[in-house]
C-alpha cells in the first residue's frame, strides 16, 4: 500500500524529467540560440509551434476520438488576439517594453489572454458540435474553422484582408519551448489521469462509457476547450515569430496539415505527434530544393498521397497508440519510476 | 421587385448546378455511409475533361447542341472511370475499417486530387471553351434570364428524374437500396455488393462530371480549386435534403441556391460560404435526419 | 484497456527502424545547424546573388511567373553587357506558394543560406509584409516590383517598391471617370478577401468624392467566387454610370459576363490586377468598352519599350504585362543602383537605391521619393474588340 509520503516522492521523481526539459530549454536560449543559423532558427521555432498544434489536436481527435477538422481556426483566433494585445499596447505606451522581463511578462499576458479567448470559442464550438457522430462533426468543424476565418477576414480592425503587420517579434526559442513543454505536460498528465480514461472511454465506445457513468459530453467538450486553448498559445508564438499575420494562413490547408501530423506520429501517442510535428516541419523544407530544380510545387501533393498510403497500410501512424518510452527496455524503465507506474 | 425576382431566379440557377454535384454525394452517403470528400475534386475534373475534350474537337469556334452533348458524354464517363478507380483503391480496402480510417483517406484523395491538378494542368484560371451558346436571351422587361440557366435546371431535373427511375424501378436499383440497407444481408441473398457499390460510385461521379461541363459552360472559368467550395456545399444541400434522398439533395440544393442568393443580395456577401456552413449546424441540431430524411436509431 | 495490451506486442524491430529514423532527422537538423560564413563567401566570388521571391505556383501564379520572366530578361541583358563592376549577377528564385509564412522562410532562406545581396519580390503586398521586417533585420535592400499597400515601404529604411502605391492608383481611375468620361454615379464592387482590392476601393472613393461623384452602392466578393449575379443585380437597380471592381482578372471576367447578361450596360472600371491575357479570354465580349489603370502600355512607341517587348516575345514568345514590365524595370533600377553604390554593403546599396532619379525605365521615368516609393505616371487602358488599348496618361 502506498502512504501519502510515497505518492508525493513519487510525484517528484516523475516531475524531474519536465523541470530537466525546461532547464534544457532556457540553457539553449541563453547559451545556444544566438550562434544558430537564422534559417534553421525558423524551422526550430516552426517545429516548436507545429508541436504545440499536433499534441493539442491529438487530445481531440487521438485520444479522445472525436474528429476535429478546424484546429486552425482556434491558432487564428488565440494568434490575432495576442496580437491584437501587444500591437496595440506598444502603439500606446510603447515604454512598457523597454526592459524584456516586463516585455516577456505582456507577452506571457497577451498569449494566455489568446489562448483563454480560443479556449471560449472552443467551448462555443464545441458544445454544438459534439453532439454530431464522425463525419458529421469532422464537417462541422470544418464549416466552424471557415467562419472564424471569414469573421476575421471582414473584421478591419484586426487588418481584415491586409492583415495585420508590425507584431513585436517577442517570440524566442526560450519561450516558444517552455510553451512546447507545458503543452506536452499538461496533455501527458491528463490523459494518465482519471480524466484521461474517461476521454479513452468516450473514444473507444460511446455508449458504454455512457452506461458506465462517464458524461462523455462534458469529457468531450472539456478535451476541446483544452485543445483549442493550446492552438491559440500556438497561434500566439506563431504570431509574434512571423510578426505578420494574415486570414490566409488560417485556412483548411493548415488544419489538414496538422491533422496528417496526428495521423503520422499516431493518433493516441503523444511523443507519436511530436515527432511528427518535427518530421514533417524538416521535411517541408528538405523538399525545398526539389522544387527549386523542378520549378514545381511537390509537396501537398506528397503529403496527401503519403495520408492517403499511411491510412491504407498503417493506419496507426508510426507509434499508434503507444509512447517512446515503451521502446525502452524494461530494466530501465523501472529504474525511474517507481512501482507500476510510469514516466 | 423586379430585382427580387432576379434574384430568385439566380438562386434557382445557382441551386440547380449544387443539385448536380448533391445527387452524386447522397447516392454514395446512402450506400456505403461515407461522405466523399472528393466528389467536388472529381467535379473538377469534369470541368477540366470537358475543356480538353473541346479544345481537342476543337468546338470553341462554333456552338452547337452536339458539341455540348459530346463533351458531357467524355466528361461523365471520364469521371465514371475516376469514381470507379477511387472506390477500387482507397476505399474499398478500408470497408471493414474504423469510420475515421476512411473519412481521413477521404480528406486524403481529395486533397490529393486538388493538388495534382494544380500540378498538371497549372493552378492558373483557365478558359473554357463556349461551345454552346444558345441564341438569344428569354427577358421580360428588366427580368434578364440566359437561356444556358435555364438548360442547366432542365437538366438537373432530367438527370433526377433518370436518377429516381434507376433507383426505384430497375433491378440495379433495388440491388442498390439492398445493400444501402445492410451490406452483409445484401451479400447473403446474393447481391453483389461489390459491384454495386462500384456502379454506385461511378453513376454518382457522372453526374459530377455532367455539372462540371454545364458549370464550365455557365461560369467559364475554371482552376484546380473549383470544386472544394461547391463540393461542401453541395454535401449541405444534401443534409439538409435528407441524406440518402435523391429528390431531397436536389431540394435541399434549391434551397441552398436561394438563400444564398438572397443573403448575398440583400445583407452581407462576403458570408456567402459561411452561410452554407451556419445551414449545416442549424440543421444538424434541430432536424438532422434532413427536410425528407427518416430517423434512423443507432443499433447498440 | 486496448492501449495497454497493444504496448506488449510490440514489434519491436520495425518500431526500433522507424524510431531510429526520427531521431536520426533530429541529429540531422541539429548538425546542420551552425551558422554559414556566408558574407566571406560572398567577397570571395565573382557573382552577385540576387535573391527573388515570387508565387510560380498557386492562384496568382501568372503575376510570379511573369515577374519572374521580367527580372530573368533584365539579368540577361545586364550580364551580356559586362554583368556589374565586372562581376555577374546570378538570380536565385523561390517559390512561396502564394503564402505569406513561405515568403518569410523563403525570404530568410536566401539571406542565410544564399547569402544574396538585394532581394526583389514580391507582386501581392499582403507577401511583401511579411518579407520586410526580415530583409530590414539583416540589412538587406528589398526592392518590390508591384505591392502597392503604402504600409510595405513603411516596414523599414532598406525596403523600396518602384510601383505606384494604392492612393495614386485609386485616385488615377476617379479621376479619369471623373474628369474623362464624366461620372457622376459610380457602384463598387470590391473583393474583400484582397487587400489590394480593399484599399483602392477606398482611395478611388475617397478622391471621387472629393470631386463631387457620388459612390451609389458598395459591393463586396470573396476572391474565388464564380457568381456574382446577386450582387450586380443590386448594383444594377442603383443605376451607376460606371462599377469600378478593383479585384484581379481572375474574378473580373466573369463579371464582366454577369454584368452583361443582366443587362448592365454601364462599363467596368479597375486598376492594374486586371492586367494579363486572360482577362479578354475569360471576358469576352462583355469587358469590352471597360477602362483599366496600369504601369504601362505595349503601345507606348518609344525604342526602349519596344525594344523590350521584342526581346521579352522572343524569349517567352508572348506580349509582356504590366507584371513582368515592373520586373525588369525592378531588375535594372537595382543594377544600376549597384552600379552607382560605393560599394555592395546594405548600407551603400540602399542609399544608392534612394538616390534614384529619372531613371527611364521600361514603364516610365522612376524617381524613388522620401518614403522610398516611385514616383511616376499610371496610363489607363481600354479594352476594345478584345485588344488593349492606349486611353491616356495620369500624372502624379
Not at chain 2, 54 to 66: C, D, I, T
Not at chain 3, 50 to 77: D, N, P, R, W, Y
Not at chain 3, 224 to 244: H, M, N, V
Amino acid at each position: 500500500m502506498t502512504t501519502h509520503k510515497d505518492q508525493q516522492q513519487h510525484g517528484l521523481r516523475t516531475m524531474w524529467i519536465w523541470i530537466a526539459a525546461l532547464a534544457a530549454v532556457w540553457f539553449f536560449q541563453f547559451f545556444i540560440s544566438d550562434n544558430i543559423d537564422p534559417y534553421f532558427f525558423g524551422i526550430i521555432m516552426y517545429a516548436g509551434v507545429n508541436i504545440i498544434l499536433a499534441v493539442s489536436l491529438n487530445l481531440v481527435n487521438g485520444f479522445t476520438g472525436q474528429f476535429s477538422m478546424g484546429h486552425a481556426g482556434f491558432m487564428s483566433v488565440g494568434g490575432y488576439f495576442a496580437a491584437y494585445l501587444t500591437t496595440s499596447l506598444q502603439a500606446s505606451s510603447p515604454a512598457l517594453f523597454a526592459s524584456a522581463p516586463a516585455a516577456g511578462a505582456i507577452f506571457i499576458a497577451s498569449l494566455v489572454a489568446g489562448g483563454v479567448l480560443s479556449a471560449l470559442v472552443g467551448y462555443l464550438v464545441g458544445l454544438p458540435s459534439l453532439r454530431l457522430k464522425g463525419d458529421y462533426l469532422a464537417i462541422v468543424t470544418l464549416g466552424f474553422g471557415e467562419i472564424i476565418r471569414v469573421i476575421i477576414l471582414n473584421v478591419d480592425a484586426i487588418g481584415g484582408a491586409r492583415g495585420m503587420p508590425n507584431i513585436p517579434q517577442l517570440s524566442s526559442f526560450g519561450w516558444v519551448y517552455t510553451f512546447v513543454v507545458l503543452t506536452v505536460f499538461t496533455v501527458w498528465r491528463l490523459i494518465h489521469s482519471a480524466h484521461g480514461r474517461a476521454l479513452l472511454s468516450v473514444r473507444e465506445d460511446e455508449i458504454a462509457a455512457e452506461a458506465m457513468g462517464v458524461n462523455t459530453t462534458k469529457a468531450k467538450v472539456r478535451a476541446f476547450v483544452i485543445g483549442a486553448f493550446f492552438a491559440g498559445v500556438a497561434g500566439g508564438l506563431f504570431a509574434h515569430y512571423l510578426r505578420y499575420l494574415n486570414p490566409q494562413t488560417f485556412d483548411f490547408n493548415r488544419s489538414f496539415e496538422i491533422i496528417i501530423m496526428v495521423v503520422l506520429g499516431g493518433m493516441g501517442s503523444v511523443t507519436g505527434s511530436v515527432f511528427a510535428a518535427i518530421f514533417l516541419t524538416g521535411i517541408r523544407e528538405a523538399l525545398r530544393p526539389l522544387q527549386e530544380i523542378t520549378k514545381v510545387d511537390f509537396r501537398m501533393v506528397i503529403y496527401s498521397l503519403m495520408l492517403i498510403i499511411l491510412m491504407l497500410t498503417r493506419p496507426n501512424g508510426l507509434l499508434g497508440t503507444r509512447e517512446l518510452m515503451d521502446f525502452i527496455p524494461e530494466k530501465l524503465r523501472r529504474r525511474f519510476s517507481k512501482k507500476g507506474v510510469t514516466l | 421587385m423586379v430585382e427580387f425576382l432576379q434574384h430568385l431566379i439566380n438562386g434557382l440557377s445557382l441551386g440547380s448546378i449544387y443539385a448536380l454535384i448533391a445527387l452524386g454525394y447522397t447516392m454514395v452517403f446512402g450506400i456505403l455511409q461515407l461522405i466523399n470528400f472528393a466528389h467536388g475534386d472529381v467535379y473538377m475534373l469534369g470541368a477540366f475533361i470537358g475543356m480538353y475534350t473541346a479544345r481537342a474537337f476543337h468546338y470553341g469556334q462554333s456552338s452547337s447542341l452536339s458539341s455540348l452533348l459530346v463533351t458531357m458524354a467524355f466528361s461523365m464517363i471520364g469521371c465514371a472511370l475516376i469514381g470507379f478507380m477511387i472506390e477500387r483503391f482507397a476505399y474499398r480496402p478500408l470497408r471493414r475499417s474504423p469510420r475515421i480510417n476512411v473519412l481521413i483517406t477521404a480528406v486524403g484523395v481529395s486533397l490529393f486530387l486538388e493538388f495534382s491538378g494544380q500540378l498538371l494542368f497549372g493552378s492558373d484560371p483557365k478558359f473554357f471553351p463556349q461551345i454552346y451558346t444558345p441564341a438569344g436571351d428569354w427577358s421580360i422587361g428588366q427580368l434578364r434570364i440566359n437561356p444556358l440557366q435555364v438548360i442547366v435546371f432542365g437538366i438537373s431535373i432530367t438527370l433526377m428524374t433518370i436518377l429516381q427511375y434507376i433507383i426505384f424501378r430497375t433491378r440495379l436499383g433495388r440491388a442498390m437500396r439492398a445493400v444501402s440497407f445492410s451490406h452483409d444481408l445484401a451479400s447473403l441473398m446474393g447481391i453483389p455488393t461489390d459491384q454495386v457499390i462500384a456502379y454506385t460510385f461511378m453513376l454518382g461521379s457522372a453526374l459530377a462530371g455532367a455539372a462540371g461541363v454545364m458549370v464550365g459552360l455557365t461560369y467559364p472559368k475554371i482552376e484546380p480549386l473549383m470544386g472544394v467550395m461547391p463540393g461542401l456545399k453541395a454535401f449541405v444541400a444534401a443534409v439538409l435534403g435528407g441524406i440518402g434522398n435523391v429528390t431531397g439533395a436536389v431540394v435541399g440544393a434549391i434551397v441552398l441556391g436561394l438563400a444564398e442568393e438572397l443573403l448575398v443580395g440583400y445583407w452581407a456577401p462576403t458570408y456567402r460560404d459561411a452561410l452554407a456552413f451556419a445551414i449545416l449546424i442549424l440543421i444538424l441540431l434541430f432536424k438532422p435526419t434532413g427536410l425528407f430524411g427518416v430517423r434512423r436509431t443507432e443499433k447498440v | 484497456m486496448k492501449f495497454n495490451i497493444q504496448s506488449q506486442v510490440q514489434k519491436f524491430s520495425t518500431n526500433r527502424v522507424l524510431v531510429t529514423i526520427a531521431l536520426a532527422t533530429l541529429v540531422a537538423v541539429g548538425g546542420a545547424c551552425k551558422k554559414s560564413q556566408t558574407s566571406a563567401m560572398n567577397a570571395a566570388s565573382d557573382v552577385i546573388r540576387v535573391g527573388e521571391v515570387g508565387s510560380m505556383t498557386g492562384q496568382e501564379a501568372t503575376f510570379g511567373i511573369s515577374t519572374h520572366q521580367g527580372i530573368e530578361l533584365a539579368f540577361k541583358q545586364i550580364n551580356a553587357a559586362g554583368g556589374v563592376k565586372g562581376k555577374k549577377l546570378e538570380l536565385i528564385s523561390l517559390d512561396d506558394q502564394g503564402k505569406p509564412e513561405e515568403a518569410a522562410t523563403a525570404t530568410t532562406k536566401l539571406i542565410t543560406q544564399n547569402g544574396i545581396t538585394a532581394l526583389l519580390g514580391e507582386v501581392a503586398s499582403s507577401r511583401s509584409l511579411a518579407m520586410a521586417p526580415i530583409a530590414q533585420n539583416s540589412k538587406v535592400p528589398m526592392i518590390t516590383p508591384s505591392s502597392t499597400n503604402p504600409k510595405v515601404t513603411e516596414q523599414g529604411d532598406y525596403i523600396f517598391r518602384v510601383c505606384f502605391i494604392d492612393p495614386f492608383q485609386g485616385t488615377v481611375m476617379a479621376k479619369f471617370a471623373r474628369e474623362n468620361l464624366k461620372f457622376s454615379k459610380i457602384a463598387i464592387l470590391r473583393d474583400v478577401k484582397n487587400d489590394y482590392s480593399v484599399g483602392l476601393a477606398n482611395y478611388f472613393s475617397e478622391t471621387f468624392k472629393k470631386m463631387g461623384g457620388e459612390i451609389v452602392v458598395d459591393q463586396s466578393y470573396s476572391a474565388g467566387d464564380i457568381d456574382f449575379k446577386s450582387q450586380l443585380t443590386s448594383i444594377r437597380a442603383k443605376k451607376p454610370e460606371g462599377i469600378f471592381v478593383p479585384g484581379y482578372y481572375t474574378e473580373v471576367g466573369l463579371i464582366a459576363r454577369q454584368a452583361h447578361d443582366l443587362g448592365v450596360t454601364a462599363p467596368l472600371l479597375g486598376g492594374d490586377g486586371w492586367d494579363s491575357p486572360k482577362l479578354t479570354e475569360i471576358g469576352g465580349t462583355a469587358i469590352n468598352g471597360s477602362y483599366f489603370s496600369n504601369h504601362y502600355t505595349p503601345e507606348d512607341k518609344s525604342p526602349q519599350v519596344q525594344s523590350f517587348i521584342a526581346k521579352y516575345k522572343e524569349a517567352y514568345g508572348s506580349i509582356a504585362d504590366g507584371e513582368a514590365a515592373m520586373g525588369y524595370d525592378a531588375a535594372l533600377i537595382l543594377a544600376d543602383a549597384m552600379n552607382r553604390a560605393k560599394s555592395l554593403e546594405g548600407a551603400d546599396l540602399r542609399d544608392a537605391i534612394a538616390a534614384t532619379k529619372n531613371y527611364q525605365a521600361v514603364t516610365g521615368k522612376i524617381t524613388i521619393d522620401q518614403n522610398r516609393n516611385a514616383v511616376k505616371s499610371a496610363v489607363v487602358i481600354k479594352v476594345d474588340g478584345g485588344q488593349l488599348k492606349y486611353q491616356t496618361t495620369i500624372n502624379p
